[in-house]
Nanobody, 118 residues
Framework: QVQLVESGGGLVQPGGSLRLSCAAS????????MAWYRQAPGKQRELVAA??????NYADSVEGRFTISRDNARNTVYLQMNSLKPEDTAVYYC?????????????WGQGTQVTVSS
């Protein structure tokens, strides 16, 4: 069973930075893509950033402020968040898509709280 362990959330002032990490346990399956989502209270979960075959994409709201990266040797995805705003406050979840030979299988992390407040 694949496990994803997230870390790096916390409380930060507006304009500050945080770096989230998500490490996937070793698997016989290859990783197709890794992504970060977030869910604020009363809102739907939304895609923040994703990386697949070295290609990245970002939500418009975080473009230029957040950077997603991946360490293949460590099966880890990172989200560097700069110039944080109060509206970035949410629970952040990582999602990893593994290739099972016929289809992809998605696994989710447990979530980590990010609070941007003065």
């Amino acid at each position: 069973q694949v496990q994803l362990v997230e870390s790096g959330g916390g409380l930060v002032q507006p304009g500050g930075s945080l770096r989230l990490s998500c490490a996937a346990s070793p698997s016989i399956f290859s990783i197709n893509s890794m992504a970060w989502y977030r869910q604020a209270p009363g809102k739907q979960r939304e895609l923040v950033a994703a990386i697949r075959s070295g290609v990245t994409n970002y939500a418009d709201s975080v473009e230029g402020r957040f950077t997603i990266s991946r360490d293949n040797a460590r099966n880890t995805v990172y989200l560097q968040m700069n110039s944080l705003k109060p509206e970035d406050t949410a629970v952040y979840y990582c999602k990893v898509a593994f290739w099972g030979g016929i289809r992809e299988y998605d696994y989710w992390g447990q979530g980590t709280q990010v609070t941007v407040s003065s």
